[in-house]
């Protein structure tokens, strides 16, 4: 099993997290000034028997339930619209560009290189530490919602419209993403595994990223006759091969990936060899056609070269 990621948005690990995180704070502690004040008059009015004075009475009543909590509320709105401008701040020239489109239910990943060419993966994205990052975030196809909880705020994916995210990581870790935007069936297993390493490491991964696959053993040269014959070129582009599909995800580099089908499994042999033959058991709704008259023997070709794809 690899280790869950972290989800949470109070356990920050962005420069936009940490704000987010701090307003959800100050707005706590307003909420309970707010609560305790009015709760407060109402306990005092209920148990302090008596007729009560007039003048105590409203001033009690307009002061603890309508000045005192348009102060505090005034001031939470006047403190969250502050950060406003900074969140909103694009990604100064020359950071790094990254495309991601929301797709039933997986996610494009496209890195834009200095250079102006492109290069595609999926499911799983790999940020430098302490620099920012601008995203240009669509769909294609439904309304989807792109959300790492610890590294920043959420922003909904619409078709033929281009919304753009900067984030800032400040912690080296691996991070979950999700899909804040109920999508369809398979909307709770549309997730993604965050990276976020040091820039020499990352670097380093960038450059494996932009070669083509380099063939294996011998062992995996059975998997691609499978491959092949299967028609799964037609759906996945595989660089330095004749599969060249754009319909499903990249999977040059498949085998480095931590998991297989949006984050839905740990990306091992068995786990594969599940995925590709009973792939609507394992995540239903899925577009992607369950290959169940594979032999055993064909299915662990199959997996050893997707496996070897590193």
Known sequence: MIPSPSQSALDPAGTGADSIASLFWVMVVGGILIWL?????????????????????RLLVIGGGAVFPTIVLTALLTYGLAMLPELQRPAPEGSQVIEVAGVRWWW?????????????TANEIHLPVNEPVEF?????DVIHAFWIPALGGKVDMMPGRENRLKLVPNRVGT????????????????????????REDYDAWLSRLKKPVVQGSEAASEG????????????????????????GPELTHFGSRRSIGASVLPNNSDNLIRWIAETHQVKPGVEMPAFETLSPDELRALSLYLGDLK
């Open 37 to 57: 004040i009015v709760v407060g008059l109402a306990i005092y009015a209920i148990l302090v028997p008596g007729r009560h004075d007039q003048k105590t009475t």
């Open 108 to 120: 494009r990943v496209v890195y834009r290189l200095p250079n102006g060419t492109k290069v595609e």
């Open 136 to 140: 240009k975030l669509t769909s294609e």
């Open 175 to 198: 991070y979950r993403g999700v899909c804040a935007e109920y999508c369809g069936e398979a909307h709770t297993q549309m997730a993604f595994d965050v990276i976020v390493e040091s």
């Open 224 to 247: 691609r006759q499978i491959f092949e014959a299967a028609g799964c070129g037609a759906c996945h582009a595989i660089r330095g091969t004749s599969a060249d599909g754009v319909v």
